[in-house]
């Protein structure tokens, strides 16, 4: 796993840091076409605000859709981040080091936006501010203290504040290279930012032992995360299909399926974009795509258990639930897409090594991946919301609007802006660490051939 | 007689592992001697000191502070907005679980962050003396000592071959 050739610092600097003293080309008619995008979501916001939740499909007893889904989707993609740099760290994987503050930074920026959704989804923003500040029972308000909605913001917050100090701690040793590196007003700020960082032994060492102390502390955060967000479904006493006792590490698996395959594809097109070849190789994609089969086999284990499950107990909610998911059209058609585009095609590719070191068939899996990941939340809150049990005149269906398909769109255009931003101003690569691998890397001879050896940081 | 620091610029590691011997040899104290690095060195790389902190004291301290504002936070609440929903107590524990872990990791978490600021002795308001090419692979040696020992830290310095040395 040591591939590619051992670059010099200022080699490093030149081309890791070129993303943040030079504008590429394509950087600002990109930026424009995304930020046009937002521009058309927030006209879509306005008027669904203005008019009322009656311009989405939402309805009754169909009260989550889109927005619902795509919050869970983009929890689930923050899951990358933190998995893949607190548990390479842990490990002292060598091959992490280009990759993790991508992935820290794709976490931050899917979380804010997954924090948007329930917000957009209240339909009247503003009365967020009923739950945030004390609001009392005799305006006929009656706060359930209680609810585990409350669990919600409680633990992402702490994962966003988590994962930033994890970024920004990380980032000091950086901004003092830019700090170096630059003049006027860019070299004051990030003097400010790095804190009169001169990278003596202490600093180096506490630098080092933070990396893993947090990635320590941010794991158990990373796992509450993702269950919570299931036990939003399970503590919910209205859908009985939502109670399966799996639920928690199915979406945790699920989690980090997507969010490692969202990783590999922002790599790729960092590689791309920025011509990061000598950083973000192919050996590092590679490794992507074999701990993808593992991650992928082991969240399909959960799908099929909590299928067989849940209808072992033969409950009519249950089974009706199934039947909607299994035979009702469109549900089936989304359901068959759902299996194959997240479990079958991909890992069918990343079987081959050639392949797995292919970059274009890496990002059609990887992107497969998330297509079926998003029809895995939308198949577990709408056919379990559309009710067809019990009463005839409480089901309904749900045909999500042009308001919802605009604004569930523009997530993704927020989350590709906020990350090409970010690397205008901040190495998406971190330059300390892929200079430190350098340094520790060399080759010994045992018989007749040369291998890698590499001393592990302490 | 006043302390004051004088820095050599090195090239290489060995170089400066050589200034750092020289040094030593001179009758400098390893505490007045300082590494400057672009990257992190195995520990011991310089022949220099070894660096104590307290570290892990804090994550304990914050996990503390964040499970009692937790409890306090989630019993609080509950009692001062007072619905009995399911015929359940008032101040119930399960619904504080949550709350309270997460409080505890965020407490450990911030707590661990303020920890390396303030064991890494940042942020460092008045600028100390530096030189640029460090972030470009260079190696500093910082040496703040007696202005009487200069002479001596600038022969070591030059015996291992520094490309520049550079005072106050």
Known sequence: MQEGRVLSTREINRDLLRSILESPRWFWPVVTVLGLILLVAAIAI???????????????PVAWGFFITNFVFWIGISHAG????????????????????????????????????????TGRPWRILYWVFPYDFARGIWPNIRTPLVWDPSAILTYL???????????????????????????????????????????????IVAGVLLSALILPVFVSVHSIVSWDFGMAAAVKSWHSTVFAPYFVVGAVHSGVSAVAFALILLRWCYGWQDYIRHEHIDALGRL??????????????????????????????????????????????????????????????????????????????????????????????????????????????????????????????????????????????????????????????TVPATFRED | ??????????????????????????????????????????????????????????????ALLGLTSGILLTSMTQVAYPIVTGGKPILSIPPMAVVCYEGT????????????????????????????????????VLVNTEETQHSEVEAAFGQAGAVDIKRE
């Not at chain 1, 992490?96 to 794709?106: D, G, I, S």
């Not at chain 1, 005149?393 to 569930?408: K, T």
């Not at chain 2, 308001?125 to 470009?136: C, E, F, P, S, V």
């Open chain 1, 46 to 60: 306005g008027i669904m605000v203005n008019r009322g939740l009656g311009v989405t499909g939402l309805n009754r």
């Open chain 1, 82 to 121: 933190v998995m893949l740099s607190a548990i390479l760290r842990l490990a002292k994987a060598e091959w992490r080091r280009p990759a993790t503050r991508a992935a820290e930074v794709l976490t931050l920026f899917s979380l804010m936006t997954a924090m948007i959704m329930p917000i957009v989804h």
């Open chain 1, 161 to 207: 504040t988590s994962s930033t100090l994890f970024v920004v701690i990380a980032l000091v040793p950086d901004f003092a290279v830019l700090r170096d590196h630059t003049t006027g007003i860019a070299h004051r700020v990030y003097s400010v930012l790095a804190m009169g960082w001169e990278g003596n032994a202490r600093q180096w060492k506490l630098q």
């Open chain 1, 292 to 449: 993808l089969i593992v991650v992928a086999t082991g969240w399909f284990y959960f799908l099929v258990m909590e299928i067989l499950f849940g209808m072992y107990g033969r409950e009519a909610d249950e089974l009706m639930v199934r039947q909607t998911q299994f035979t009702y059209w469109p549900y089936n058609f989304w359901f068959i897409l759902f299996v194959i585009t997240t479990y079958f095609i991909p890992v069918a590719l990343w079987l081959s090594r050639a392949w797995r070191r292919n970059l274009w068939i890496m990002s059609l899996a990887c992107i497969s991946v998330n297509i079926g990941m998003w029809l895995e939340r939308f198949l577990i809150i709408v056919p379990g919301l559309i009710n067809k049990q019990m009463f005839t005149f409480v089901w309904a269906d749900y045909r999500p609007s042009i308001f919802e398909y605009i604004i569930i769109g523009s997530t993704f255009a927020l989350v590709t802006l906020l990350m090409l931003l970010f690397s205008r101003v901040f190495p998406l690569v971190p330059l300390y660490d892929v200079k430190e691998g350098d340094v520790l890397r060399t080759q010994i001879q045992i018989g007749r051939r």
């Open chain 2, 1 to 62: 007689m006043a302390r004051r620091p004088i820095l050599g610029v090195f090239d290489s590691a060995n170089s400066a592992a050589d200034a750092g011997d020289g040094l030593r040899r001179a009758g400098i104290p390893e505490g007045d001697v300082d590494f400057l690095t672009d990257t992190p060195y195995p520990e011991g790389a310089f022949g220099e000191r070894e660096e104590p902190h307290r570290l892990y004291i804090f994550p304990f301290l914050g």
């Open chain 2, 105 to 140: 990791m965020l407490g450990a978490i911030l707590f661990t962050v303020l920890g390396i600021v303030f064991e890494s002795r940042l942020p460092k308001l008045k600028a100390g003396l530096y030189d640029n090419r460090i972030t470009d692979g260079y190696i500093g």
